[in-house]
């Protein structure tokens, strides 16, 4: 017969597996709650400012897809964490392990944190951003349809409308995982060695819009850390 021992450590053992990996690294703090230093904007023309000890970014008409991205494009295994707020109907994304435009890709591309305060509620999403050759949708395999349903049921109420949320983001190697306000919800590995990225920057994105009732909309991220694996 097996002991209860065994189960409860089995018990142990699997919830560990879901959880955060302990901080015992250093943080390093990406924004001085100031000034953009260390920071770029790239691809768009999206404004954005600096209020209230956060970056802000505005929607704005005609603009493009903007990112505010780092300097910095050596991030490989890491752990990050930030606060992010973003106004209804709005939609947003952090970029990781992200490359700048290139020759077969004209615009920033890589992996987004997905941030969708709408209906479809795919907040912690993990999108590829750039267009082909890159995949789009990766988890859930679709933002409409099953894969929505499905994903929504899961994660679709762990996003806080109006108020600050803290996301997370760990990569280890081709393994990669995303929490939102403590909840697991992406648990990826990477096996298409021909789009894998190991190191990039990471960006926060200001999304163009077309509705007019969108235009000045705002995302906000503040407290932008990083703890460096490698």
């Not at 954005?48 to 300097?71: C, F, L, M, P, S």
């Not at 991030?75 to 077969?104: L, P, Q, T, W």
């Amino acid at each position: 017969m097996v002991s209860l021992r065994f189960w409860l450590l089995a018990l142990a053992l699997a919830g560990a597996s879901l959880a955060p990996a302990a901080d015992n690294g250093k943080w390093i703090s990406l924004f001085d709650g100031k000034t953009l230093k260390g920071w770029k904007k790239i691809d768009g023309t999206a404004k954005v400012e600096v209020r209230d000890g956060a970056i802000v970014g505005i929607v704005t008409q005609g603009a493009d897809n903007t990112y505010i991205a780092t300097e910095d494009a050596t991030f490989g295994d890491f752990i990050f964490e930030c606060e992010f707020r973003c106004d209804a109907g709005n939609n947003s994304g952090v970029m990781y392990r992200s490359r700048f435009a290139d020759d077969k890709i004209k615009h920033g591309y890589g992996y987004q944190f997905e941030i969708d305060p709408t209906p479809r509620a795919l907040t912690g999403g993990l999108y590829d951003e750039g267009g082909k050759p890159r995949r789009g949708w990766v988890m859930p395999a679709k933002s409409s349809g099953e894969p929505r349903d499905e994903w929504a049921k899961k994660h679709g109420d762990r996003f806080k409308p109006g108020e600050w949320n803290l996301m997370r983001i760990e990569c280890r190697g081709n393994h990669i995982r995303t929490w939102l306000n403590g909840h697991l919800l992406t648990d990826f590995v990477e096996t298409n060695q021909e789009l894998a990225i190991p190191r990039g920057f990471i960006g926060m994105q200001v999304h163009p819009q077309t509705n007019p009732q969108l235009f000045g909309k705002e995302v906000a991220f503040r407290n932008i850390r990083v703890q460096r694996l490698d």
